[in-house]
Nanobody, 118 residues
Framework: QVQLVESGGGLVQTGGSLRLSCAAS????????MGWFRQAPGKEREFVAE????????SYADSVKGRFTIDRDNAKMMVYLQMKSLRPEDTGIYYC???????????WGQGTQVTVSS
């Protein structure tokens, strides 16, 4: 009873910005954590950022600290990822995810492609 749908991906130049959106439905508000992951070609899926619905707990991968910001709108059941100063190595499929803690996520969206060109 949890559905996650990402949008906002696209092609941007190095140094540009993108805002990804995750529309949550069902019982998503019952989840303690909402997060973003990404997967580059030939690599394993990696953690990017996470937040609680209250915003009391936030964490980021070292590679995106200072550049990416995760936020949420509880009333609209939306989770966002603001990405700035994008680099080619940020290229990949970005997934919205939900879980209960310990960085163990069990609900996933289908992903949205982000491509950063030089």
């Amino acid at each position: 009873q949890v559905q996650l749908v990402e949008s906002g991906g696209g092609l941007v130049q190095t140094g540009g910005s993108l805002r990804l959106s995750c529309a949550a439905s069902g019982r998503a508000l019952s989840l303690n954590f909402m997060g973003w992951f990404r997967q580059a070609p030939g690599k394993e899926r990696e953690f990017v950022a996470e937040t609680t619905w209250s915003g009391s707990r936030l964490s980021y991968a070292d590679s995106v600290k200072g550049r990416f910001t995760i936020d949420r709108d509880n009333a609209k059941m939306m989770v966002y990822l603001q990405m700035k100063s994008l680099r080619p190595e940020d290229t990949g499929i970005y997934y919205c995810a939900g879980g209960l803690g310990g960085k163990t996520y069990v609900y996933w969206g289908q992903g949205t492609q982000v491509t950063v060109s030089s």
